[in-house]
């Protein structure tokens, strides 16, 4: 089965903190990708990944870096947390198959529930 | 640039009753567009996905959509929900992009359904 886990499912910080958000995928995905959901906003890209040490911003990048160092793992990063980045933050993976149509279909993890202070 | 809409926030609906969510795109090309739902605190699941073909497509616990090109709608609907079918529904578009060292972008989401199942 399909399997994109994030380590922290409820984390509670201070303002000021740095805060990393782990996630692992097992599909061999080239593509990950975090978003960040708010209640009435939907879900909106913060950054996403085609490849190691590759990476896009998306819609909403200001306050937050990426890493990718390992095919399987996306880490999201908030230098300098602050009250305004409190939210539930998704990762999900793709398939890139070159040669092949790709969809776009995203597998998500459970999510992790940020709380900053 | 795509988008979605999805028209209804909240949405109630009496156990045993029919249920249908709207959903709008705009998109420039023929789209990618998906069904996911998400139950509170958990992240989100796949329900269905048209790609081509049969603009009817069926999904996973007893949903299907239909894809009207001249409307640009992606509607979901289920025949009879059950109380378990509380959840946030979101449509979604597949913004398609290639780059040089392949890959692509995320998907586009609208801003989410509440359904609400009333007893």
């Known amino acids: 089965d399909v399997k994109v886990t994030q380590s922290s499912r409820y984390l509670v910080k201070r303002t000021g903190e740095k805060v990393f958000l782990e996630c692992v995928q097992d599909?061999?995905?080239?593509?990950m990708f975090w978003y960040r959901q708010d209640p009435g906003l939907g879900l909106r890209l913060i950054y996403f990944?085609?490849?190691?040490?590759?990476?896009e911003k998306g819609d909403i990048p200001e306050g937050y870096s990426v890493s990718r160092e390992k095919k399987e793992r996306f880490s999201l990063i908030l230098e300098s947390a602050s009250t305004n980045q409190t939210s539930m933050y998704l990762c999900?993976?793709?398939?890139?198959?070159?040669?092949?149509?790709?969809?776009?279909?995203?597998?998500f993890g459970e999510g992790s529930r940020l709380t900053v202070l | 640039a795509q988008s979605v809409t999805q028209p209804d926030i909240h949405i109630t609906v009496s156990e045993g009753a029919s249920l249908e969510l709207r959903c709008n795109y705009s998109?420039?090309?023929?789209?990618?567009l998906f069904w996911y739902v998400q139950s509170p605190g958990q992240g989100l699941q796949l329900l269905l996905k048209?790609?081509?073909?049969?603009?009817l497509v069926q999904g996973i616990k007893g949903f299907e959509a239909e894809f009207k090109r001249s409307q640009s709608s992606f509607n979901l609907r289920k025949p009879s929900v059950h109380w378990s079918d509380a959840a946030e529904y979101f449509c979604?578009?597949?913004?398609?992009?290639?780059?040089?060292?392949?890959?692509?972008?995320?998907?586009?989401f609208g801003k989410g359904t509440h359904l609400i199942i009333q007893p």
């Open positions: 999900a993976s793709s398939l890139f198959s070159s040669g092949s149509i790709n969809t776009g279909e995203l597998f």
């Open positions: 599909m061999d995905h080239e593509n």
């Open positions: 990944s085609y490849d190691v040490k590759m990476k």
């Open positions: 998109y420039g090309a023929t789209p990618y």
């Open positions: 048209y790609f081509s073909g049969d603009t």
């Open positions: 979604a578009v597949g913004a398609f992009k290639m780059y040089s060292g392949g890959g692509a972008d995320g998907l586009t």
